[in-house]
């Protein structure tokens, strides 16, 4: 496994395009695009690395995840009313499906979709307490305590989160927010800043891992459940590419981190800054691929 990282890693660094850095938040427009890193948690805890992966960065959408699973902890298969199953076929933030679908966004992963997660993950408590609520999570999914929010990152998206606002606000005409759009926009800008490296990506993805010994936070159903919208709208609009490419559930982040389960297998967290066109990492997707072909690991075979 460690070889395989290696070259990965070596290729990796061998590309000439880096895809490009997300600039509509100010703060990740400044992340060196030259960073790559990977990391990998197998089912019986093997842990392997390759790159800068002790530096940490933005994990973005890969929250979603996250949020997504404590929404449903909270309100169990209701969640299902307020927003669906389904992949949309266009860019993260588009507003475009919410009007003609009566304020109920397509699925929990494109911005709409995860802001009525977070709504519901807030609930009645206050934006600090379901963060802090948040960060016990995922500190406890990784078995690691240093995982914290880049303040600077949280509130230079907050600044420029017109987009994310209209959504919100939308949302709220159709009564689908129990929260002001303020709120829920300043708890899911906060998650959105999480920092984390691979190796505590890659460790707290465990958490969809169905395996003996592995920390068992949510149930095979659920598991099961999110790796499927994983694969099919983890990464919007390019989920069909990801999944011809990989084979394997994953979840993007405009940081450049992608989460993907191998199920049964292993858990692995790949960063590079530079995104394609659909906004996914290039180069993580890239060392995605060559890893689903040098290990067989493709749900497809
Ligand atoms: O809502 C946003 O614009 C960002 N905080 C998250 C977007 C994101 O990571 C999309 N994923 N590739």
Redesign the pocket.
């Known amino acids: 496994m460690q070889k395989i990282l290696d070259e990965i890693a070596a290729n990796a660094l061998k590309a000439t395009d880096l895809g490009k850095v997300a600039d509509y938040?100010p703060e990740l427009a400044k992340v060196d695009p030259k960073q790559f890193a990977i990391s990998i948690a197998t089912a019986d805890g093997g842990l392997f690395s390759a790159g800068d992966c002790d530096t940490p960065f933005s994990i973005?959408?890969i929250s979603k995840v996250f949020v997504l699973a404590l929404a449903l902890g909270k309100v169990g298969d209701a969640l299902w009313k307020r927003v669906g199953r389904e992949p949309s076929g266009l860019s993260?933030?588009s507003v475009l499906l919410l009007e003609r679908e009566n304020g109920v966004p397509r699925n929990p992963f494109i911005?709409a979709g995860a802001l009525v997660t977070t709504d519901t993950f807030l609930n009645c408590s206050t934006p600090r307490e379901a963060l802090g609520a948040l960060l016990r999570f995922v500190r406890a999914a990784s078995d690691r305590d240093d995982i914290h929010i880049d303040e600077s990152v949280a509130h230079s998206?907050l600044d420029t989160a017109h987009r994310?606002f209209a959504l919100a606000h939308y949302l709220a005409s159709h009564r689908n927010l129990t929260n002001t759009p303020e709120h829920v926009l300043g708890t899911?800008?906060h998650q959105?800043a999480i920092e984390m490296t691979t190796v505590q990506l890659a460790l707290a993805g465990r958490i969809l891992l169905d395996a003996e010994g592995l920390p068992s936070l949510l149930s095979h159903q659920r598991k099961r459940r999110i790796n499927a919208l994983m694969m099919t709208c983890g990464h919007?609009d390019g989920s069909g590419d990801f999944a011809f490419e990989v084979g394997l559930p994953g979840k993007?982040?405009?940081?450049g981190g992608i989460l993907v389960i191998a199920p049964g297998r292993a858990s692995i967290a790949v960063w590079s800054p530079g995104l394609n066109a659909y906004?996914?990492s290039k180069r993580g997707t890239e060392a995605m691929a060559e890893l689903a072909r040098k290990t067989g690991w493709s749900v497809f075979g």
């Open positions: 938040i973005q959408s993260f933030d911005n998206e994310n899911y800008c959105c919007y993007s982040g405009v940081g906004g996914n």
